[in-house]
């Protein structure tokens, strides 16, 4: 598995800003790069408004990089579309059906699109695994958003692509569901190089081997999939769903070698346990206060868990990589930047000043 599948050399992408006059435009990926080798799976992790989505659709050729270098198997994307067309499929909740068409009508109108590439009995076995060859007949404006998912799935899937790029594909199905999604990507793209983004942790630590952690627009952190549970100092969170609301000082009061490990969050205290012996400590000490809860979980260590951390740490990241390549500050000071990220989750930096003549 050592041959290269993709490489990106400083990718950098942006899109118009019109809503405030002195801004023209959002830059929503920065200097990113990375490699994925042949048959690996890889899950692009982040909040909400982190670039994902759009570093996904930008290795798919949905959209062109503004800046760097994109390679899929050798081939730039801008120069040959139609031959990444070919070996990819990107499956993305962005893909709409004409809903008067029943689900028989919908997969023989994508299929003549592919044709020759596409597979109408590879297609109807995903129904099959998926327990939807019932909904055949049946028009696409009653579909649930599950089979619509499911929908979008056995579509994306139709001409068995040699690279998968996956958006949130188990959105809306149901537990067993998923795992029926799951086995079936185990069973027949094992070989398969796959790139995803999935808000459910065990989705993407059940089919990934690696992850890209990406903030505000830069990759944070790239590592094995399996080194997750190292990336913290803790290993279990006791999510405390509280009576009454309590303040951080209160809380150490109560808890007092929880100090740098407890977060307070109106009715809600996150307890962390580094070890079994911690975490007995910290449930024999919330029973004492039994009365002033209304119920606590018990998790392990999740993806989820890692970005939500290392969070803080993006605007840090994001200076840091400007000093690093001498690149001159036009980024809006770092309060006001974080404002804008609280109203619309994303980086937006100032319009370029034009010299004068």
């Known amino acids: 598995m050592s041959e290269k599948e993709i490489i990106a050399k400083s990718i950098s992408k942006k899109f118009p800003q019109k809503f405030f006059p002195k801004i023209?435009?959002?830059?929503?990926?920065?200097?990113?790069?990375?490699?994925?080798?042949?048959g690996q799976k890889v899950a692009l992790i982040g909040g909400n408004g982190s670039g994902k989505t759009t570093l996904l659709k930008t290795l798919a050729g949905i959209y062109f990089p503004d800046q760097g270098k994109l390679e899929i198997r050798g081939i730039n994307p801008i120069d040959y579309p139609e031959k990444i067309a070919k070996i990819t499929?990107?499956?993305?909740?962005?893909?709409?059906?004409?809903?008067?068409?029943?689900?028989?009508?919908?997969?023989?109108?994508?299929?003549?699109?592919?044709?020759?590439?596409?597979d109408m009995d590879f297609a109807l076995s995903i129904l099959k695994e998926m327990h939807m060859l019932h909904m055949l007949d049946k028009r696409l404006e009653g579909f649930s958003e599950g089979q619509k998912a499911i929908t979008r799935i056995a579509i994306g899937l139709m001409k068995q692509p040699e690279i998968l790029f996956l958006d949130e594909v188990t959105t809306g199905l149901d537990i067993n569901r998923k795992e029926d999604l799951i086995t079936f990507i185990h069973d027949n793209f094992k070989d398969n190089t796959i790139v995803m983004v999935d808000h459910d942790p065990v989705v993407v630590e059940r089919i990934c081997d690696s992850y890209i952690l990406l903030s505000q627009g830069i990759i944070v952190k790239q590592g094995k999939a399996k080194d997750i549970p190292n990336e913290l100092a803790y290993k279990y969170e006791v999510r405390t769903l509280m009576k009454k609301r309590y303040s951080y000082d209160e809380i150490v009061m109560l808890f007092p070698d929880q100090a740098d490990d407890v977060l307070v969050d109106g009715h809600v205290v996150y307890f962390r346990a580094a070890n079994e012996d911690e975490l007995y400590s910290i449930i024999e000490r919330l029973k004492l206060i039994t009365n002033d809860i209304v119920r606590y979980v018990v998790s392990t260590v999740d993806l989820e868990n890692i970005y939500l951390a290392l969070k803080p740490n993006a605007i840090k990241q994001i200076r840091n990589a400007e000093t690093k390549k001498g690149l001159p500050n036009k980024t809006p000071t770092i309060e006001e930047l974080q404002e804008i990220i609280k109203m619309f989750g994303i980086m937006i930096l100032p319009e370029k000043r034009k010299n004068k003549k």
Not at 89 to 113: A, G, H, V, W
């Open 89 to 118: 499929s990107l499956i993305s909740p962005s893909l709409d059906f004409q809903r008067k068409l029943t689900l028989r009508q919908t997969l023989k109108f994508f299929y003549n699109i592919l044709y020759p590439h596409g």
């Open 24 to 38: 023209s435009y959002m830059e929503v990926l920065r200097d990113i790069t990375f490699e994925i080798k042949k």
